[in-house]
């Protein structure tokens, strides 16, 4: 037997409906604001992602997905989607459109991480992007929107974590501070801490292997930002405070990416384990320049498809609870039983035809086989009056309908 390639995963059943209930509320709330999709391919130059994600991060360094192809170009499968979309900013001379320009992307993304619960190796993001302006409110904007978002899926037991990582100017000071608290306690790092010890001692704050007294007592960025810096993360919170958003400051909060200035967000949920980012973000002054583009500041952020659907699941917010109408019909009345189940399906229901055949007993059985909510039957009787029987089957009560009643009966129309 073949099987999925480890780390990655069919979605099917009651988690694909799930996943397209929650993707299509995603679209709706992130259109109210403005924003256009952009769908940008799976695959792209490696430097891409050497070049914006870091040199130094676990994903480009451990966890890609890159090979030679033919033609002798490396390449890899996306971890992410905001190098992406920046690298589509330059190469389409988006600067030329109306600033800040709002896109949203859904696709899947590929990092070789250890699977477990919630960490796959494909794995779906949404994701929004604002482009081209540096306001804080932006800032409070785009978090608000993330825990919207949220909200809008039936979410609970969610909070923002929120942290500001500075900027070139001040995040360099604040590197050797880090290294120099960092120095007495070295040989209790463990083997990555080390490495990162060098090339990025941030990242040692948000090892969750490293001791949470460790970190709490290292010196914290936010003593060490610039003015600049200082403002700008006064106002966010400013914002925040008057949007009413719930946020908890969080030190040690400083994402896997090196392309991150200023504010640094993530909602997690109290229903995922170890992995419990549902959603994670910030500000990206620096990227589209390091790409070859003018001075651009952006941010954004991006949510794990998976990750939502666990939740969505372990809330029990969600059943899928989609009304199934089933057709049953007495033989020869196929004609009627199309026109029946046209005039369901325009209602924005499911509307399937029994294809088995059989006794109407038969086809109610069939129908409860696949939970229908309705079953409509058909006779030769009730085809000559045009009118239907149509049972509620959890009730299990039977009536006689006008097929213009039809609709109605079954509870309106689906929107
Ligand atoms: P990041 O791109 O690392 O900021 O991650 C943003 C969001 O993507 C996270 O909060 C997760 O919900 C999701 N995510 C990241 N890596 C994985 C993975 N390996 N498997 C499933 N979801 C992931």
Redesign the pocket.
Known sequence: MIKTVRGCKDIYGEDAEIFRKTENVLRETVRKYGFKEIIPPVLEYSELFERSVGEGTD?VEKEMYTFTDKGGRSVTLRP?MTASVARAYVEHHFETMPSPLKLFYIGP?F?Y?KPQK????E?Y?FGVEVLGDESPLLDAEVISLAYEVAENLGLENLKVRLNSIGCKKCRPQYKKVLQEALKPHYDELCEDCKRRFYTNPLRILDCKKEKDELKNSLPKITDYLCGECKEHFEKVKKYLDMMNIPYELDNTLV???DYYTKTVF?VVSGHLGA?N?????GRYDYLIEELGGRHTPGLG????M??LVEVMKAQGSEKGEEKLIYIAYMDGLEKNAFSVASIIRNAGFTAIIDSKGGSIGKQLKHASKRNASFTVIIGEEEAEKGTVQLKDMKKKKQKEVEIEELVSEIGGKNA
């Open positions: 994903i992410e993304c990092r991480e919630g960490r796959y190796r794995f993001q994402r896997g990416l993530e992995q980012a549902l959603l994670g973000g952020f991006a949510i794990g998976e990750r």
